[in-house]
């Protein structure tokens, strides 16, 4: 690698990474958010949320992410809506994911011993505040680690930005490939930028999960849960 | 205090509560023994509005807490919010909150439900801790607590919404042998220094004679024989009764 | 400026076209993700020196690494190296590739989760390895193995959509190309995305009900 080459790319490649870096904080606030909308609208007793929650969860995940994208960017405007590219971009990343993450929500909460439930009764406790007091905080140790899984899996998805003309680090790695070549070079270091980057991720889920367990009694909760890795897809 | 007319309750084919009558006074200490499956579970669940019943009127301190008619499917009302009010229980598996102190177990519904003002709250809280010998315990979480602590702070988190009746579902099933005793100790104080009305499914049976004003045996959804305690169990009337203590209280 | 029914209707037949291209691509990488999964995770399971631990890290590496870029690496990196395939048969290996890193952890999990009495009554029976894989542990496997399989299978389905950007001409692709020569996007940008739902849902209720049948068993 010539050092014009590196002179020329890496700065690039740093203003992609930024970028992705940036969709992925985004993308996972929203995700978030999302995720307990729909989780907690599953849950709910009445009918007329528990059923648009289900479908916007169902919608939102048996279509393909990369559909939701192109849909948001160049569908929209159909409606007079014209979103910029990474508006779109972290829109889909974050309804996605969130819908997928909405199960983990779900679970989490529902998978909290039947006794807790009797106790809040027993107490006289109505359903808002035994949500908002004893079930949810109660599950927050559970999620913690698939909620690790969903924001790599979103850190994968955001190359993604890159077909809709977000400059995030595949982009600029294909523009500097288009101009300097070097294909293999190019394609493999932000190969490994992402890896690291997932990694990183990977480690701090898990140190928040030391962090935050309530006792052993957590993990197992997960596990009896049978809650899958989010999104096997690797994008 | 507590009455159920005509209670019945099924589960698929099996019937567990089948018309039962029961009533009890207010003051009265009832503990109910018969074997597993026998329904008597089942009544507490029922007060505690933990499960339906099919059919029947169940009332406590007067006001109604059901009213169910064969076919359909009652439904929580204010009324029955307000009955429930006056019923505290404790469960066989303590269900604490595990997030929480043992005293913010205790001031929680209080300040919450009841919307009492936390200092004030968190003052009886202490009395509560203190009552059941947990004074040293306060800011422990109940996964640091042994079994034994964990159901005395339950009764305590329990007492702290002042209930008329107190409800007891096999306290001690599923505490170690050597943490029976602390738990019963605490049951039998309150047993004797106040006039709360006091409903307990036990298996414990010398305490429950101990401490009963009646004691009723249960079996396959009805009341098979109920009296005072030194009736029933030195000279029961039914077989059944007989048959089911000498399993028992001949281990 | 909305839903124009007429070319909705114009358009699906060529959408219907890219369907069954996205169907093919994914029954055929899920096939190759199964078969390198699971033999990715026998040698792993088989601790064998150097090899195991190659095989654990790529699958650490393929599962943190986003399936565009692997597919760019192997669109336009392979020719440069003489190694030059169809758009088509290059999508359908890399996404099985990338697949088989997540079958391999299914298959391990199941593979795991069956009780190490079993290996035990192998070796007193003095069952040679191979019979004892295929006659005791994999069939015990199967059970867990069978609806995770499954989900990764639908996953793919939707997943393969990013493959038109190395110019494989299925679903997505043609939904793009649609869009681009006539200028009316929202038509098959929704349709595409219907009939992705129109697969995907059902094919994941399917597998609910799978994993519950076989579940009590466990």
């Known amino acids: ?235 | 205090m507590i009455s159920f007319t005509n209670v019945s309750k099924s589960w698929g084919d099996n019937q567990v509560l089948r018309s039962l009558d029961l009533e009890v006074r207010a003051g009265e200490k009832v503990s109910v023994i018969g074997p597993s499956g026998s329904g008597k579970t089942t009544i507490l669940r029922i007060l505690m509005t933990l499960e339906t019943p099919d059919e029947g009127l169940v009332t406590v301190n007067g006001e109604t807490l059901w009213d169910a008619k064969p076919g359909t499917t009652p439904r929580e009302t204010k009324q029955m919010r307000a009955a429930r009010r006056n019923v505290g229980m404790v469960f066989q598996q303590f269900n604490l909150f595990p997030h929480m102190t043992a005293l913010e177990n205790v001031t929680e519904a209080p300040v919450r439900v009841l919307k009492m003002d936390a200092a004030e709250a968190r003052e009886r809280a202490v009395d509560l801790m203190e009552l059941v010998g947990l004074a040293k315990h306060l800011d422990h979480k109940p996964p640091k607590l042994s079994g034994g602590q964990q159901q005395r702070v339950a009764i305590a988190r329990a007492l702290a919404m002042r209930p008329k009746v107190m409800l007891f579902d096999e306290p001690t099933s599923a505490l170690d042998p050597e943490l029976i005793g602390e738990v019963l100790n605490v049951i039998r104080e309150l047993a004797h220094s106040t006039d709360m009305t006091m409903l307990m499914v036990t298996h414990e049976m010398r305490f429950a004679e101990e401490i009963s004003d009646r004691v009723v045996m249960f079996d396959h959804g009805s009341a098979v024989e109920a009296g005072p305690p030194h009736e029933i169990f030195s000279n029961p009337a039914e077989e059944r009764t007989r048959q089911f203590l000498r399993a028992v209280l001949d281990r | ?218």
């Open chain 3, 1 to 218: 400026m909305t839903w124009d029914n007429a070319f909705a209707w114009s358009i699906l037949p060529e959408l219907l076209g890219g369907l069954w291209i996205t169907v093919q691509i994914t029954l055929a990488g899920t096939a190759i993700a199964m078969v390198v999964g699971l033999a990715v995770a026998v040698i792993r399971f088989s601790r064998i020196p150097v090899v195991s631990k190659l095989f654990g890290f790529y699958v650490q590496f393929v599962r943190g690494t986003p399936l565009l870029v692997q597919a760019y690496i192997a669109f336009f990196v392979l020719p440069d190296y003489g190694l030059r395939f169809s758009a088509l048969a290059t999508g359908i290996v890399v996404i099985g590739l990338n697949y088989s890193a997540y079958t391999a952890e299914v298959y391990r999990a199941g593979i795991s989760d069956v009780p190490t009495g079993q290996w035990e009554a192998a070796t007193a029976l003095s069952l040679p390895m191979a019979r004892t894989w295929v006659r005791i542990i994999l069939p015990q496997a199967v059970r867990t193995v069978v609806p995770m399989l499954g989900n990764y299978l639908v996953q793919m389905f939707k997943d393969s959509a990013v493959l038109f950007a190395i110019t494989v001409y299925e679903l997505m692709g043609h939904a793009l190309a649609i869009g681009s020569s006539s200028y009316r996007y929202l038509e098959p940008l929704t349709i595409a995305g219907a009939l992705f739902l129109l697969v995907s849902y059902p094919s994941s209720q399917l597998i609910r009900t799978l994993e519950r049948r076989l579940a009590p068993s466990r």
């Open chain 1, 1 to 235: 690698m010539s050092s014009d080459f590196v002179s020329y790319a890496t700065p690039l490649l740093l203003q992609g990474l930024l970028v992705t870096l940036l969709v992925t904080v985004l993308g996972t606030i929203l995700a978030v958010v999302t995720a307990f909308a729909a989780g907690l609208g599953r849950l709910s007793q009445h009918r007329f949320v528990r059923w648009p929650a289900a479908v916007f969860v169902e919608v939102f995940r048996g279509t393909s992410l990369v559909v939701q994208m192109f849909w948001f960017f160049f569908a929209l405007p159909a409606f007079g809506i014209q979103l910029e590219p990474l508006a779109a971009a972290v829109l889909a990343l974050g309804l996605n994911e969130g819908a997928y993450a909405a199960e983990i929500v779900r679970g989490s909460i529902s998978s909290r011993t039947a006794g807790q439930n009797e106790a809040c009764i027993a107490l006289g406790m109505g359903r808002a505040l035994r949500m908002r007091r004893i079930l949810i905080p109660q599950s927050i140790p559970a999620m913690l680690p698939p909620f690790g899984n969903v924001m790599v899996d979103l850190l994968k998805n955001t190359s993604l930005v890159s077909l809709v003309t977000v400059s995030d680090l595949a982009f600029r790695a294909g523009f500097v490939r288009n101009q300097l070549g070097h294909t293999t070079e190019v394609f493999l270091i932000i190969l490994v930028i992402y890896f690291v980057l997932s990694q990183v991720i990977a480690f701090f889920t898990k140190w928040l999960e030391r962090r935050f367990a309530l006792d052993r009694q957590s993990r197992s909760v997960t596990k009896a849960a049978g809650m899958q890795p989010v999104g096997a897809g690797g994008t």
